[in-house]
């Protein structure tokens, strides 16, 4: 899919001479058994699908016959899926929220309890902050629980309970590629929300990282393998900060504002970097 993000890399790639050949996994069938047409020689795939199930699928299939990916399979099925994330950031001794996990309805909602209200429900794998919900009591953690129980994908078998963080009405993007940070902006949200997603409303301004803040996303980057993150941090009122989730294919049309132009060449120079010799 074309969006502004994957535009602005054609541009860039066109403009430094760097050949493309694009790969529509809305359109197109592969077959298992090779590589598709047109890309036997690819020296590297650079995944921008915006849908999960299919980037995981072909990112295999690359991988399988040789091509590198940005990002990995690896980084994108533990990335696009909150649980694993969440599990690899918590054992990697990385400050996150706390989290549990529960697969029937009335786990989840003992769960809920044991987390403490507000706590926050939110679907396994999905972005934009849809199905993110803030949950103040016991009315509102049975209205969520039975919605997620009477809807027919797998993944909301998965109650997924995340610790509320007390955040300033703002969280934190970080854009990180290989081991550069590239920017980092806050997003606020509107007055009276909750989410701070863009696409929610929330607008974004430039924001300095704490020297604690750098460690923790460099180290995120390590866990993942080097590539191309958007990870997301919240503050705490305590003082502290957590790493909230790490995104495998970040937007960044909007954050990058002027920049935008700039990111998208620094993301076609990595994936060349990448590339098999």
């Known amino acids: 899919m074309l969006t502004p993000e994957n535009m602005t890399i054609v541009k860039a790639a066109?403009?430094?001479?760097?050949?493309?050949?694009?790969?529509?996994?809305?359109?197109?069938?592969?077959s298992l058994g090779g590589l598709p047409e047109g890309f036997e020689e690819a020296g590297c795939l650079l995944d921008r699908s915006s849908g999960f199930s299919r980037s995981l699928c072909i990112s295999h299939l690359f991988e399988l016959h040789g091509v590198p990916v940005v990002n990995s399979h690896f980084a994108q099925k533990i990335c696009g899926d909150?649980?694993?994330?969440?599990?690899?950031?918590?054992?990697?001794g990385v400050p996150t929220p706390k989290v549990l996990v529960a697969f029937?309805?009335?786990?989840?909602?003992?769960?809920?309890?044991?987390?403490?209200?507000?706590?926050?429900?939110?679907?396994?794998?999905?972005?934009?902050g849809r199905m993110?919900?803030?949950?103040?009591?016991?009315?509102?953690?049975?209205?969520?629980?039975?919605?997620?129980?009477?809807?027919?994908?797998?993944?909301?078998?998965?109650?997924?309970?995340?610790?509320f963080v007390d955040k300033p009405g703002r969280d934190i993007r970080v854009f990180l590629i290989g081991d550069e940070i590239v920017f980092s902006i806050c997003r606020t949200a509107k007055e009276g929300a909750f989410l701070t997603n863009l696409s929610a409303g929330g607008t974004a301004s430039g924001f300095a990282l704490t020297e604690e803040?750098?460690?923790?996303?460099?180290?995120?980057?390590?866990?993942m393998g080097s590539g191309i993150y958007g990870i997301d941090l919240i503050e705490g009122k305590d003082g502290g900060f957590y790493v909230l989730e790490v995104n495998h294919a970040p937007e960044f049309s909007?954050?990058?504002g002027a920049g935008i132009g700039k990111v998208a060449e620094k993301i076609v120079q990595?994936?060349?970097?990448?590339?098999k010799k």
């Open 213 to 223: 803040m750098e460690e923790a996303v460099h180290k995120v980057g390590g866990i």
């Open 104 to 128: 029937s309805a009335q786990a989840a909602l003992s769960a809920v309890e044991e987390m403490g209200y507000p706590c926050v429900i939110k679907p396994p794998v999905g972005s934009w």
């Open 132 to 163: 993110v919900c803030k949950i103040t009591d016991k009315h509102a953690a049975e209205a969520v629980v039975s919605l997620k129980s009477t809807l027919g994908g797998y993944a909301d078998k998965v109650y997924y309970i995340q610790e």
């Open 270 to 275: 990595f994936a060349v970097s990448c590339m």
């Open 82 to 92: 909150k649980v694993a994330c969440s599990a690899v950031l918590a054992k990697s």
């Open 254 to 256: 909007k954050s990058a």
């Open 14 to 30: 066109k403009s430094d001479g760097v050949e493309l050949a694009m790969l529509n996994d809305e359109k197109e069938s592969l």
